[in-house]
């Protein structure tokens, strides 16, 4: 089992940033790639930005030079930096992990932060 904890939303102007953490525990090994999604009131929860084991790094075309995820191995930690925001980036941002428990594929989400842009 992997548990995510982020932290980091918050209330911020259009143009300002904020920086997400996910601090991830338990069979952290097993971890082959985090994610973060955002889910607005009324819409699908879509995928923002990924990173696997290896480092590689995907975003969606709208936060594409806006946004950078990132990790900190020693402290089982991923990040998303974002920077000049928008009032379309409103939403609740789940931090997920996926992860395999021998031939299992898992997956583990947060609980949530909300990050509310205003104009």
């Known amino acids: 089992q992997v548990q995510l904890v982020e932290s980091g939303g918050g209330l911020v102007q259009a143009g300002g940033s904020l920086r997400l953490s996910c601090a991830a525990s338990?069979?952290?090994?097993?971890?082959?790639?985090m994610g973060w999604y955002r889910q607005a009131p009324g819409n699908q929860r879509d995928l923002v930005a990924s990173?696997?084991?290896?480092?590689?790094?995907g975003y969606a075309d709208s936060v594409k030079g806006r946004f950078t995820i990132s990790r900190d191995n020693a402290k089982n930690t991923v990040f998303l930096q974002m920077n000049s925001l928008k009032p379309e980036d409103t939403a609740v941002y789940h931090c997920?992990?996926?992860?395999?428990?021998?031939?299992?594929?898992?997956?583990?989400w947060g609980q949530g932060t909300q990050v509310t842009v205003s104009s």
């Open positions: 338990g069979s952290i090994f097993s971890i082959n790639a």
């Open positions: 990173i696997t084991s290896g480092g590689s790094t």
């Open positions: 997920n992990a996926r992860y395999s428990i021998g031939s299992v594929l898992r997956e583990s």
